[in-house]
């Protein structure tokens, strides 16, 4: 039977192992040169053709999460092999590993140290517990700050700050009605630097009357990209069905093998119940070198349910 401290564990690790996936990159506030128009197919062409490319990732994470004033502090192992599997490592300060973790595109294989238990199952699992829906691409594109959600068939508005391009997805009506926006260049200014879009609640009850719960189009996109190299230097999601906003920062990038990789990042997510952040810093990245994926449960360890 698993305790309430076991299932305390497994929650939080998992938890902690999906968001140390998110990744986007901070605002550098020194002034540049932006020459190009903020047309978005303009945008989205660069914003493409910089997108990092690998076959093989790996790198260490030293993550420090802040939950309701409490700071957590843990190492993670990442290794990655594109479009096909995410392997974990997780140890907390004193470097004895706790918990080990593989997600393929339809499976996750899980194995918590700490109170002698594995899992082998579908992404359900994992999504009851930390309750998101689970996209493995979602989270490659956020472990090496590629744009996280985008859909090049998505039109999207363009426009320009002190530091770049803006790219913000052009809402179709029944999501401007349910936020009550209107998505003109002024209230794309005003939204610029919100975390949080304000809701008008009587438009939005009534018309969240109307959605069923997979409904991906109550998403609001924006993503900024530096004006000389257009890497993403920062994005919020606001999904407006569950009312909960996502920030993902990089504050610094490192060159290996000449690619700009994210070495350092911030993460938040906010909504009803919670407000976490997460600050990550990347050490000992790797590029494009074949890697193992080590997985093996103990004869001792019990199966979850």
Not at 23 to 51: D, H, L, Q, W, Y
Not at 118 to 124: D, L, V
Not at 263 to 283: G, H, L, P, R, T
Request: aromatic share 10%; charged share 30%.
């Amino acid at each position: 039977m698993t305790s309430i401290h076991s299932n305390r564990f497994y929650r939080l690790t998992f938890f902690l192992a999906i968001v140390l996936l998110l990744a986007s990159c901070k605002k550098n506030r020194e002034t540049v040169n932006i020459a190009g128009p903020a047309t978005p197919s303009f945008i989205t062409r660069n914003m493409e053709s910089n997108m990092l490319e690998y076959e093989w990732f790996s790198a260490k994470i030293n993550t420090e999460v802040v939950n309701k004033g409490e700071k957590t502090s843990f190492k993670t192992n990442l290794r990655m092999k594109k479009d096909s599997i995410i392997w974990m490592s997780i140890s907390p300060a004193l470097g004895i590993e706790v918990a080990r973790m593989i997600i393929t595109p339809d499976s996750i294989k899980f194995l918590d140290k700490w109170n002698d238990q594995f899992y082998i199952g579908t992404h359900e699992f994992l999504e009851e517990r930390i309750k998101v829906h689970l996209d493995f691409n979602m989270l490659q594109d956020l472990a090496v700050g590629n744009p996280i959600l985008y859909d090049p068939d998505e039109k999207f508005k363009g426009t320009k700050d002190q530091d770049g391009y803006i790219l913000t997805s052009r809402s179709k009506p029944k999501v401007r009605k349910a936020a009550g926006l209107r998505l003109n260049r002024k209230s794309v200014e005003q939204m610029e630097d919100t975390l949080i879009i304000e809701i008008d609640e009587r438009k939005y009850d009534r018309v969240m009357e109307r959605f069923d719960e997979e409904d991906e189009e109550l998403i609001v996109k924006r993503y900024w990209l530096h004006a000389e190299n257009f890497k993403v230097v920062r994005t919020i999601i606001n999904d407006l069905l569950n009312l909960r906003s996502i920030e993902a920062d990089y504050t610094e990038f490192t060159l290996i093998e000449g690619i700009r990789v994210p070495s350092k990042m911030n993460y938040s997510i906010i909504d009803n119940d919670q407000e976490v952040s997460f600050d990550m810093e990347y050490a000992r990245v790797k590029l494009n070198q074949k890697t193992t994926f080590p997985f093996t449960i103990p004869e001792k360890f019990v199966q979850i349910e």
